[in-house]
């Protein structure tokens, strides 16, 4: 190799290795560092969430089960399970027991419902168990409210009543009032049913969807192991009446097998159970928890995040969020992770993956495994994530829930980030090249063409020329070269101490130059490297350019990085005022949120004694027109023996007479009596006189005058009588007088009672319908007030939302401050020119400084803006 392309390759490897080396320096630190960085606010951030969306399923299940023991604890439900339960035993009671099933209800257990569980969940179903397990009083009712029923599936609560049966009236008059239930849970617990279940009979002689289960008696083997039996039996067989129990989500049979999740709780009036409230939800509530709603991108979970929930069967609680925006690359990711074939077809045939995705990450493993934490993982599409997971134990269900984001978006700043560094280390040495390589092909023809003509002179000489000289006048090094060649005889020893001297200034410029590379190394951009006359001058005077340049790019970043600190500093503290109103709004709906709940069950027991009121007074009603129409009955009676004792005196009186009339007779029987004995005796006389002939006259004589004297008794004895009949008949008549007088003045005070019961009823009237209005105002404020309460429940989770999205904004607020702090730091280990000086403006440490700190409600500090 020439002498002139040894040069030329030193001077471009002098300047472009120093560059190489500082851009790779900082390529590495700048990535490192980011990737640190990135990785921590990773995991920050993707706790948030999963803390976030953890608390909001809690606060979800809450509120569900606060609602269900409202609902069961009113008078009106235990009012209409009794009514329902007693009007479904008697319409039992009139149906055949060994009556078949109506061939259009086993029609739609064949048909339709077989077609709505392909539809809604991509399977087909065998009903056939559950139509052997319909009783003739469960074929009935569905066959009046669920195939009669001329709404669609979906709307079948549009009916009100299916005939004129005890139970259709019972159903009448209840079932406005429990579809409420389904209807006003829109917004807050999402329910599709509400069921009641007699506890003797295990019937659920109610149901609002009107689905297969309505009817169905519990204890039929095909219903006795559903989810539906086993809530009823756990709910009955409960410790307390206020007990709530779950039922994790599953494909639900009487459903049409769409994904639900039921919660039980039973109910009792005064003590004593009568039956079990049950309440049916799909996961579409949840679903729009995990989700956001479907704004992913606004819960800061970017363009690859997703929350979901893992039951513990291993499969997800709610829609997976690639399915929803890219259905078919998230089917066929799923098919190259190693899914089941025939469960990707379900989930793209139902569009939903609640019970059909199935989730084994790692996360997922130690989740269950009660460990809270952070990794990188493979998620169940065989990508690369970093995930947050922890383990979610709500009302006896045991989850797991996992908050990730692909790995490559997380870190795509940093792969930026390189490429930018290496690009711009690039771009400098290229330039750096270039004029290295223009000064050193200058500085090479400089030097090369003196000894070019030094070559030439001692090729002369070699030739045997002596007088050939150099006689070089370049005024460097070189003509002082060729002056001591000149001289080469004469001054040997001269020439050589002079090349001896120029080698000594040579290495004192390189040692200089690698003294200041080496202070560059250490991050110090203030060195400035001496630029001589000899070779190393142009080397130098580029490295000088280089580190010039440099050192302005790092001070333009770190104005920025300053900016960006400050500017989060005063974001954090206005984020953190808003935080502290927000936990003070929060507690203030928390307490109205209370408030409301006593006022609510204060209405309630309010509405209850007006309905007891109601009922006494209706009773004291009814009471009061029987006594009445006694008391009527009464007087009338009364009049009838008035009439009665009146027509017994006037015919007492007339025996009187009669018995007057008989004392006639005995004084003429008497008179004849003694008429008929004076005859007798002058017959016996006339016999005597008569003598023989005359003796049995005197024999009839005789004979006539004992007749005589017996109609003489006889008489007497009917006289004594006679007298007898006569006082006792004066003493009768004298006693029905004065009952007469009782009977009277008996009747004008039952007239009296009477006409005092007549105001009473119509006193009692106006009571009944004073109490009644109370009811119905009691009934409505109820309504009214349990309808506040929900909206106060909804607005108590709004707020509460808004307080963790605020906590979630101040925690990103201090990551994206400590990032800049972090880029600050990094930039502040060089040592720029006119860094000496004081920057202008308010500097972040500054920021941080004037951020005062104010005591929160929990005791805590904090730091908290103007």
């Known amino acids: 190799m020439k002498l002139r392309h040894k040069i030329l390759l030193g001077a471009s490897l002098l300047a472009v290795l120093p560059v190489l080396a500082t851009g790779g320096l900082i390529s590495f630190l700048s990535t490192e560092l980011a990737e640190r960085s990135l990785v921590e606010q990773s995991r920050e951030q993707l706790t948030t969430i999963r803390e976030l969306k953890g608390e909001q399923i809690e606060d979800y299940f809450r509120i569900v089960r606060g609602e269900l023991q409202t609902e069961s604890a009113r008078g009106?439900?235990?009012?209409?399970?009794?009514e329902l339960s007693a009007a479904a035993a008697e319409l039992d009671g009139t149906l055949d027991p060994a009556g078949p099933v109506p061939e259009s209800v086993a029609g739609f257990y064949r048909d339709d419902a077989v077609r709505l569980a392909r539809e809604r969940t991509g399977q087909e179903v065998d009903n056939e168990s559950l139509l052997a397990g319909l009783d003739p009083l469960a074929a009935a009712l569905q066959q009046s409210y669920l195939v009669a029923n001329p709404s669609p599936v979906g709307f079948k609560d549009e009916l009100t009543s299916a005939g004129e049966s005890a139970y259709d009236l019972a159903h009448a008059r209840h079932h406005p009032d429990l579809r409420d239930i389904v209807r006003a849970s829109g917004d807050s617990a999402g329910y599709t049913d509400v069921l009641l279940i007699d506890g003797d009979s295990a019937r659920v002689v109610y149901s609002s969807a009107k689905a297969l289960d309505f009817g169905v008696s519990l204890e039929a083997e095909a219903y006795a192991d559903t989810a539906l039996g086993r809530a009823f039996r756990r709910a009955w067989d409960a410790a307390s009446t206020e007990d709530v129990v779950f039922a994790d989500?599953?494909?639900?049979?009487?459903?049409?097998?769409?994904?639900?999740?039921?919660?039980?709780?039973?109910?009792?009036?005064?003590?004593?159970?009568?039956?079990?409230?049950?309440?049916?939800?799909?996961?579409?509530?949840?679903?729009?928890?995990?989700?956001?709603?479907?704004?992913?991108?606004?819960?800061?979970?970017?363009?690859?995040?997703?929350?979901?929930?893992?039951?513990?069967?291993?499969?997800?609680?709610?829609?997976?969020?690639?399915?929803?925006?890219?259905?078919?690359?998230?089917?066929?990711a799923l098919g190259e992770a190693g899914v089941d074939g025939d469960t990707v077809r379900r989930i793209g045939e139902s569009g939903s993956s609640v019970l059909l995705q199935p989730v084994r990450t790692d996360s997922v493993e130690a989740a269950f495994a009660g460990r809270t934490g952070f990794q990188r993982d493979t998620d169940y599409r065989g990508e690369s994530v970093f995930a947050a997971y922890a383990p979610l134990r709500v009302q006896g269900l045991n989850w797991a829930i996992v908050a990730q984001f692909d790995e490559a978006e997380a870190l795509a700043p940093v792969a930026e980030l390189r490429?930018?560094?290496?690009?711009?280390?690039?771009?400098?040495?290229?330039?750096?090249?270039?004029?290295?390589?223009?000064?050193?092909?200058?500085?090479?023809?400089?030097?090369?063409?003196?000894v070019r003509h030094l070559e030439d002179t001692v090729r002369r000489?070699?030739?045997?020329?002596?007088?050939?000289?150099?006689r070089m006048t370049t005024g460097d090094e070189m003509q002082t070269l060729g002056d001591a060649f000149d001289e080469l005889l004469d001054e040997r020893i001269r020439r050589y101490e002079e090349?001896?001297?120029?080698?000594?200034?040579?290495?004192?410029?390189?040692?200089?130059?690698?003294?200041?590379?080496?202070?560059?190394?250490?991050?110090?951009?203030?060195?400035?490297?001496?630029?001589?006359?000899?070779?190393?001058?142009?080397?130098?005077?580029?490295?000088?350019?280089?580190?010039?340049?440099?050192?302005?790019?790092?001070?333009?970043?770190s104005g920025v990085a300053e900016q960006v600190g400050t500017a989060s500093a005063r974001l954090k503290r206005q984020a953190e005022a808003v935080k502290e109103m927000a936990g003070r709004e929060g507690e203030e709906v928390d307490a109205m949120t209370a408030e409301l709940e006593a006022a609510a069950q204060t209405m309630s027991q309010i509405a209850e004694l007006a309905e007891r009121c109601d009922r006494i007074a209706a009773q004291a009603s009814e009471t009061t027109g029987t006594a009445l129409e006694t008391v009527n009955g009464t007087v009338q009676g009364m009049g009838v023996i008035r009439e009665l004792v009146h027509e017994t005196e006037k015919r007492i009186k007339r025996l009187g007479e009669r018995s007057q009339e008989i004392s006639g007779a005995v004084d003429l029987i008497n008179t004849i009596a003694e008429r008929t004995h004076v005859l007798a005796l002058n017959a016996a006389m006339q016999a005597a006189a008569a003598g023989e002939a005359g003796r049995g006259f005197a024999v009839v004589a005789d004979e006539v005058q004992r007749l005589a004297e017996s109609s003489r008794n006889a008489t007497s004895q009917i006289s004594g009588l006679v007298h007898n009949i006569q006082v006792e008949t004066a003493d009768t008549i004298t006693t029905m007088g004065r009952t007469i007088s009782e009977v009277v003045e008996g009747s004008r005070l039952a007239e009296q009672a009477g006409q005092e019961m007549a105001r009473t009823r119509e006193t009692t009237g106006e009571l009944v319908a004073?109490?009644?209005?109370?009811?119905?105002?009691?009934?409505?404020?109820?309504?009214?007030?349990t309808s506040l309460r929900r909206r106060a429940a909804s607005v108590q989770l709004s707020t509460r939302n808004t307080r963790e999205r605020l906590d979630e904004q101040t925690r990103q607020t201090g990551v994206l401050a400590n990032s800049a702090g972090s880029l600050l730091t990094a930039i502040r280990a060089f040592r720029l020119p006119g860094s000496e000086g004081e920057p202008a403006g308010e500097t972040y440490e500054q920021a941080e400084a004037a951020t005062p700190t104010v005591r929160t409600v929990g005791g805590g500090e904090q730091q908290r803006g103007s």
């Open 76 to 82: 009106s439900v235990v009012t209409a399970l009794r």
């Open 249 to 332: 989500f599953a494909a639900y049979r009487p459903g049409y097998g769409s994904p639900s999740a039921l919660i039980a709780s039973p109910v009792a009036a005064g003590g004593e159970r009568v039956g079990v409230m049950v309440l049916r939800f799909p996961p579409n509530r949840i679903d729009a928890i995990m989700s956001s709603a479907e704004a992913w991108r606004q819960a800061g979970l970017r363009e690859t995040g997703e929350t979901y929930l893992v039951g513990a069967d291993g499969t997800m609680r709610n829609d997976s969020r690639f399915l929803v925006e890219a259905r078919e690359d998230y089917l066929s």
């Open 419 to 450: 490429t930018s560094v290496l690009g711009g280390s690039a771009a400098v040495g290229l330039v750096v090249l270039a004029l290295g390589g223009g000064a050193g092909w200058a500085f090479t023809r400089t030097v090369t063409r003196p």
């Open 461 to 470: 000489i070699s030739a045997g020329d002596d007088e050939a000289r150099a």
């Open 499 to 557: 090349a001896q001297r120029e080698n000594e200034r040579l290495n004192n410029s390189v040692i200089e130059l690698l003294k200041a590379v080496h202070e560059l190394s250490q991050h110090d951009l203030t060195v400035k490297v001496p630029v001589t006359e000899d070779v190393t001058g142009p080397v130098a005077d580029a490295l000088n350019q280089m580190v010039s340049e440099v050192g302005e790019l790092l001070q333009e970043a």
């Open 770 to 785: 004073a109490v009644q209005e109370i009811a119905g105002d009691s009934r409505r404020q109820v309504e009214g007030s």
